[in-house]
């Protein structure tokens, strides 16, 4: 296939294709409708009769080509395999154009300092497990850096303190940066405003700007009530994000509030379904940094 690619991207060569295709032509007169020599026309059609694209026969004191139909079929499928994985329903190409369509209105309305002071945003789940395993995973780092996150970012480092004033801190990075030699997706840092285990969680977090500024407060309240389900105790998950103290720059976090929190509630309510709910410190992908 790399071969058919290298050989297709050439305009010149494209230009032989497509004359080849409506029938077979000799060399001089493929040359002549495409208005170049006649020794640079018989080496692209080398390159495209290596890579399979033409086929050729010498009939007296001509050459003459012909498209081989099979190898541009092939391709066509390549090409029609990997559009159908863009566009697959519920596919990351999906929540892309969400979140451009998003961003674009955030960025138009964000005209001056705190011109999102007061939006809010409420997501609700009914989760597997009591209200007590539910809490582990909102607050102990090892399972919380499992969900929290959406799907394409991953927890890099994140610190947790599930006391009244204590510490959050939330870095991520894209799920495919391994080694962590790409750029920092993001980071926030927050404080623990109330911690009723089993009841009631409630914090502030503010994303940080590449300057280190921060670019909003949101204040995050998470209410959970036991429920009984068909496969036994579950959880309702409540979340109420307000933002405030919003700046210009922060129309891009913004953006993706709804999307981003919606899919790494997902992933909560995906890793609680699955069970068990055992978890060690070495299972989580986190930076060691987050022991401290």
Do not use: C, N
């Not at 960025?107 to 539910?134: H, N």
């Not at 391994?178 to 502030?204: P, Q």
């Not at 909003?216 to 009984?228: E, N």
């Amino acid at each position: 296939m790399d071969a058919l690619l290298s050989a297709l991207a050439d305009p010149a060569r494209w230009r032989l294709v497509t004359l080849l295709a409506e029938r077979p032509r000799s060399v001089g007169v493929l040359a002549q409708l495409a208005e170049a020599r006649q020794p640079q026309t018989t080496k692209h059609l080398q390159v495209l009769e290596r890579a399979g694209v033409v086929t050729s026969q010498r009939t007296g004191q001509r050459r003459v080509y012909a498209l081989r139909s099979a190898a541009l079929r092939d391709l066509a499928v390549a090409l029609s395999g990997l559009a159908d994985t863009a566009d697959q329903d519920g596919g990351t190409r999906a929540t892309f154009d969400a979140y451009g369509t998003s961003l674009d209105a955030e960025r138009l309305a964000a005209r001056d300092a705190g011109w999102a002071d007061g939006r809010s945003f409420r997501f609700s789940r009914s989760l597997a497990g009591r209200p007590e395993l539910v809490w582990r995973h909102l607050t102990e780092p090892e399972l919380l850096a499992r969900w929290w996150t959406p799907d394409d970012l991953r927890v890099s480092e994140l610190l947790f303190e599930a006391r009244p004033g204590g510490r959050i801190a939330h870095e991520y990075r894209d799920a495919e940066d391994t080694d962590g030699t790409d750029v920092v997706v993001g980071r926030a840092e927050g404080v623990v405003v109330d911690a009723r285990v089993g009841e009631h969680l409630a914090y502030r977090l503010s994303p940080q700007l590449p300057d280190g500024g921060l670019a909003f407060t949101a204040h995050v309240d998470l209410g959970l009530s036991p429920t009984r389900t068909g496969a036994g105790a579950g959880t309702d998950l409540d979340v109420h994000w307000r933002i405030t103290d919003s700046t210009i720059d922060s129309a891009d976090f913004i953006a993706g509030i709804e999307i981003g929190f919606g899919q790494s509630l997902d992933k909560l309510a995906a890793t609680l379904a699955a069970g068990p709910h055992d978890t060690h410190p070495s299972d989580a992908a986190i930076d060691p940094r987050s022991k401290k």
